[in-house]
């Protein structure tokens, strides 16, 4: 039986750029089954009628305001992965479908730009055949905040003398806030040359306005979800952080260079973002996740494969792909509980989270009353870094001591 092919729909009310899309995906008609739309009342009619995979509109649409048509697809259809295309650098404007779009594609954009865009993302789909994930994190649009955090950011954003050192620090607490910045800083919208990977270089490059767009005037970041959650979000983005600066001394410890380390930081700062992904999504289940950790005293993870058929590693690192997350990252997400499934030999960004993550637990005392958190012994001993692991402890211990010093001065 023949492979079905992917349905992508494309919304564009420029006939000239839809024979553009025409031409430039000709080679592609025999994997994918092409839709196209000069309006928003076409595509709404189309969606109506077919499921689609994914769906890539202009900024602009014919039939309703400026961005609408994207929120409308995620109603309709929460599992398809939305694009917006767009050559308006007006980030102001751009800001309400930032809440709803996964990606942007800056216009003029190749054909191999966006053919390589969307088979990434197809990749992904297929590589998770659990529907139910995947539509739980297409349609996601807003991540739990920290209360403390976002009434700290929404008091100096309101100051008059704004001071953007101060909100990238303030940005850097908090993993739902580091994601959601990252996230817009590195579509293609902004025309970036390199990738940013700290919330302070993202603060620069996005601007005041723009931040205050972000946090305050499009609500992508709600902080009324988080008292209905079963456990804190202020302690889980201390973990984060913590681990993110043990996960850096480590591999600085071992000679990284400057990007690996800004890699690595990052990703200890988002390892558990799939926590809060499913926390937002599945309340009633994740607290029973949780009963189960406390009560039969097994990991975090293996109760989240028992209930769901996945870990919130899988869900945080589909999520951060989804969102062009470097692979670096990605990759560092998706197994900090699993390095066999890391593919490297070498102290990777995913070893020194998956260590970090474990010391940080082990020198905080966190989280006694749960199943501890294990070292992947068989990895360390086959890839030659067991007699490495009492160094580390030390490294780690002395960063967790300067940074708690830091941190509360």
């Keep these: 039986m023949p492979k079905s092919k992917n349905n992508i729909l494309f919304v564009d009310e420029d006939k000239n750029q839809i ?10 008609s025999g994997q994918w089954e092409l839709h196209f739309a000069n309006s928003a009342k076409e595509a709404l009619e189309l969606i109506e009628i077919q499921p689609f995979d994914i769906v890539v509109t202009d900024f602009h649409t014919t039939g309703l305001p400026d961005g609408e048509l994207i929120s409308e697809v995620r109603k309709q259809q929460p599992g398809a992965i939305r694009f917006i295309l767009s050559k308006d650098q007006n980030t102001n404007k751009s800001m309400h479908s930032a809440m709803y779009a996964h990606q942007f594609i800056s216009k003029p954009c190749s054909a ?28 996601i649009d807003e991540l739990p905040v920290m209360p403390s955090l976002y009434i700290k950011l929404e008091k100096e954003l309101r100051k008059e003398d704004v001071s953007i050192k101060n909100i990238g620090l303030l940005i850097s607490e908090d993993l ?8 817009l800083v590195n579509s293609s919208f902004f025309g970036l040359y390199s990738k940013v990977t700290t919330p302070e270089k993202a603060a620069t490059m996005l601007g005041i306005s723009t931040i205050k767009g972000l ?9 009324s979800k988080t008292e209905y959650l079963d456990f804190s979000i202020e302690d889980l983005g201390e973990h984060c952080l913590y681990t993110a600066l043990l996960a850096r001394a480590v591999i600085q410890a071992e000679g990284a260079d400057t990007d690996t380390a800004e890699k690595t930081f990052l990703a200890g700062f988002l390892h558990d973002i799939g926590k809060l992904i499913l926390c937002v999504s599945y309340q009633p289940e994740y607290s029973e996740i949780l009963k189960i950790v406390q009560n039969e005293n097994i990991p975090m993870s293996v109760a989240e494969k028992e209930i769901f058929g996945f870990t919130h590693a899988e869900v945080g690192a589909y999520l951060l792909a989804l969102w062009g997350f470097d692979e670096t990252v990605v990759e560092a997400v998706y197994s900090h509980h699993n390095l066999t499934e890391s593919g490297s030999d070498m102290l990777s960004p995913a070893a020194a989270v998956h260590i970090a993550d474990t010391f940080e637990h082990e020198l905080r005392l966190r989280h006694q009353e749960n199943a501890p958190h294990i070292l992947n012994a068989e990895w360390l001993e086959k890839n030659g870094f067991s007699s490495k692991l009492v160094g580390w402890l030390e490294v780690c211990a002395q960063q967790l001591d300067k940074d708690l010093t830091n941190i509360n001065q």
């Design 19 to 28: 024979e553009a899309f025409k031409k430039m995906l000709m080679p592609m």
């Design 112 to 139: 191999k730009e966006l053919i390589e865009t969307i088979e990434r993302c197809l990749r992904l789909k297929n590589i998770f055949l659990n529907e139910r994930v995947s539509k739980a994190i297409a349609s």
């Design 176 to 183: 739902a806030i580091t994601s959601g910045i990252l996230k």
């Design 215 to 223: 946090v305050l005037g499009m609500h992508i970041f709600n902080s």
